[in-house]
């Protein structure tokens, strides 16, 4: 792939634009309401694309595009369909509450219902989940960058680190300068460039799958994550290719043993971080708490509901044509991730036959080397490992001093969470399973602490920056449109949550403890500190989620963390809105009650001590004990009268009627995709 002139006079001018149009929008901006809320004056189509905007970024672009080149398919839609009816709920339910009470953030409402303890819980928690999310965000974006690099010149080598250096810099320089209005008028470009980019992005790959004459991969079974090749005759349509490979990945509907998305979520696991995100996540809820009324909000909130029935169709369909195309590139940046994980079993298993150590191996040795067992390739330096090309799966790159450092524990089991892998690596899966047998029943009989290591197969999270770099048409301009979309998509979520992140600390933790009576300037000034703050914490973190020891998704890093919050704060937030006479420390129960529960099923699944319960169900469970709980307190101790929420705020709360048909229509064509895609739709035999 080549980056022609056009390229970079579109992908430049479009980063040019998108800063001075947010900066010259956001002037004049003096005090904290005008920072942080937009002087509460965004109207309707500036809060629907910036929902869209601020949502849709690495984590859907790449984890989402990731997760469905995996055995999960189009499965993951769940999270965007699922969204539009969350949405409209969120809008004429939650939104009239926000709106009345005149709030600037999430945690403040919890003041408002229960007390400052149950807030000043939420904002540290949520501070802390922002600060993996800053860095998940960065990380995926610059992942995609780094491999567009290398595609485009395999002697260009653009780190991660390097990459989320840029990604960071640029969000914070029109956040820092302008708020949150920068941040909406810079997402209504965005937003509708990343639309327009990703649907580009699925018309060229499905011409590529059209007229790919050479092997193309598909996943034999859901269940067990088979990889089997076809081939095509030159007249089979690409709409054809695509069904006859795909139609096993496209169900809604996976295992009730899935580890993803298993279809037992549906029923309550997934609605619980939808209700979270969409109703009760400050950088997503900020724009709807700057609407400049609430009928405004409401045609915000379900417009932004209907772009969410589109995105699967631009983003979750390329993503499943990138594993028909590109797995063998896929499967050869695996070695990387795989290196330390194979030569620690090395070193825990010297009886192993599977893997044979190469001191610095020239590219022929390298392209020849069988699929039978692994070369640990030890190079003596970082360069020299750069230098070399690697593009053999089985071939694992590692330096000396790396291989030298690494040991593993006494009781360690080697696994994956990559159905794929026993098919990718089969003398591997066979060698593994005696093993891991053998060191469990061990660590059972001398009952010690049984430690994890994961192989994968694919590096599914680089599908999109496989399909930009191997499908769009050359030194047209087009790669730097999409390429500028994508950024732009990343850098829009970024400054969300820089933008909200610094909100949370300023108004619920330095005003309403450091300096209660801290003039506007000064709070502003600090919102702004905040952002180069924390952009400085994403850059950093950004590398060091890659691990494939954390997860082989970044999409499940994102789910998986925010479970420590989100069910207990739906659960409070929820239980205190129809139950008035809650009292306060039920707020504060609920929200402590998720942490520990969650917290302790996650380390007792992690070190095998008990069940590996899937995320979305843990988190069902632990919303479920949240209310228990609260419920329990309040018949111990219910208020002597019921709550009455203060009318606080100048802006007209009459609802919108029109806002209302709308979500309806929306809900409707909702579950009439979810029939479509099952198996008694277009699914069946």
């Known amino acids: 792939m080549e980056f022609g002139i056009l390229d970079f006079v579109v992908f430049f001018g479009f980063i040019a634009a998108v800063i001075t149009i947010g900066l010259w929008k956001s002037r004049n901006e003096k005090t904290s309401e005008d920072y942080f809320l937009a002087g509460r004056g965004l109207k309707w189509w500036l809060i629907g694309f910036s929902l869209i905007a601020a949502n849709i970024s690495s984590e859907q672009l790449v984890g989402m595009s990731g997760n469905a080149a995996s055995h999960v398919g189009l499965a993951i839609a769940s999270y965007e369909w699922m969204a539009a009816i969350t949405l409209v709920v969120v809008a004429f ?7 009345r009470a005149g709030i600037y953030t999430m945690p403040e409402f919890l003041e408002v219902r229960y007390n400052s303890t149950a807030r000043i819980i939420m904002a540290i928690g949520t501070i802390f989940l922002y600060m993996v999310l800053l860095g998940s965000v960065t990380y995926s974006g610059a992942l995609t960058i780094s491999t567009m690099a290398a595609k485009m010149d395999p002697a260009r080598d653009i780190s991660v680190a ?115 995100y969409w109703g009760l996540n400050q950088y997503i809820t900020q ?11 409401q045609k915000g909130i379900v417009f932004s509901a209907f772009m969410k029935l589109l995105i699967p169709f631009v983003v979750v369909i390329p993503g499943i044509i990138a594993f028909n195309l590109y797995s063998k590139d896929m499967n050869n940046q695996s070695s990387v991730d795989n290196a330390s994980v194979i030569a620690k079993y090395m070193k825990a298993n010297s009886d192993t036959e599977l893997v044979e150590i190469v ?126 979309a994508l950024l732009g998509a990343i850098v829009s979520s970024l400054a969300a949550m820089l933008n909200a992140a610094s909100t949370i600390f300023t108004m619920d933790i330095f005003k309403k403890y ?15 500190i905040c952002v180069v703050v924390f952009t400085g914490v994403a850059i950093w973190l950004a590398p060091k989620l890659g691990d494939p020891k954390i997860s082989n998704s970044i999409f499940t890093i994102i789910q998986e963390v925010q479970g420590l919050l989100s069910p207990g704060i739906l659960a409070v937030f929820a239980f205190g809105l129809i139950v008035k006479k809650a009292p306060p420390i039920a707020g504060v129960a609920g929200l402590l009650t998720n942490i520990v529960c969650y917290g302790g099923m996650y380390m007792l699944g ?25 419920i329990i307190i309040t018949m111990t101790k219910p208020l002597a009268q019921p709550i009455v929420f203060e009318h606080k705020t100048t802006l007209d709360l009459k609802s919108s009627k029109g806002a209302l048909a709308a979500g309806v229509v929306v809900v409707i064509i909702t579950l009439v995709l979810y029939y479509l895609f099952s198996p008694i739709g277009l699914l069946k035999p």
């Open 514 to 528: 450091i300096s209660p009576k801290a003039e506007q300037k000064s709070m502003v000034m600090l919102g702004r």
């Open 93 to 99: 339910w939650f939104l009239p509450y926000f709106l």
């Open 606 to 630: 992690r070190y095998h001590i008990g069940p590996d319960i899937q995320f979305l169900n843990r988190m069902a469970i632990c919303f479920g004990i949240d209310l228990v709980v609260m």
């Open 287 to 297: 724009r709807t708490l700057a609407s400049s009324s609430l009928s405004e909000g």
């Open 359 to 484: 001191k610095s191996p020239n590219a022929e040795a390298i392209a020849s080397w069988e699929h039978k067992k692994f070369m640990l390739a030890v190079y003596a330096d970082e360069e020299s490992m750069k230098t070399a090309k690697l593009n053999n799966p089985f071939v694992l790159p590692i330096t000396q001093a790396n291989y030298d450092s690494l040991t593993a524990a006494q009781y360690t089991v080697f696994e994956s969470d990559d159905k794929s892998w026993t098919s990718a690596f089969p003398a591997l899966a066979v060698e593994l399973n005696a093993y891991n047998s053998t060191v469990k029943n061990s660590a059972d009989t001398a009952k010690a602490t049984v430690t994890t290591e994961k192989f994968i197969a694919y590096k599914y999270d680089t599908a999109l920056g496989q399909l930009l770099s191997g499908v769009l048409p050359q030194k047209v301009g087009l790669i730097g449109f999409v390429l500028a």
């Open 162 to 276: 390097q990459a989320a250096i840029v990604i960071g810099l640029i969000a914070m320089i029109y956040v820092t300068a302008g708020g949150l209005k920068a941040c909406a008028w810079a997402d209504l470009i965005q937003g509708s460039a990343l639309i327009i980019g990703s649907g580009i992005v699925m018309l060229y790959a499905f011409k590529k799958l059209g007229s790919a004459t050479d092997e193309l991969a598909f996943i034999e079974s859901v269940k067990t994550g088979a990889v089997g090749v076809k081939t095509f005759t030159q007249d089979t349509r690409a709409i054809d290719r695509f069904w006859e490979l795909n139609k096993i990945r496209m169900n809604m509907f996976l295992p009730s043993d899935d580890k993803v998305l298993p279809w037992t979520a549906l029923i309550l696991g997934l609605w619980i971080p939808n209700f979270y």
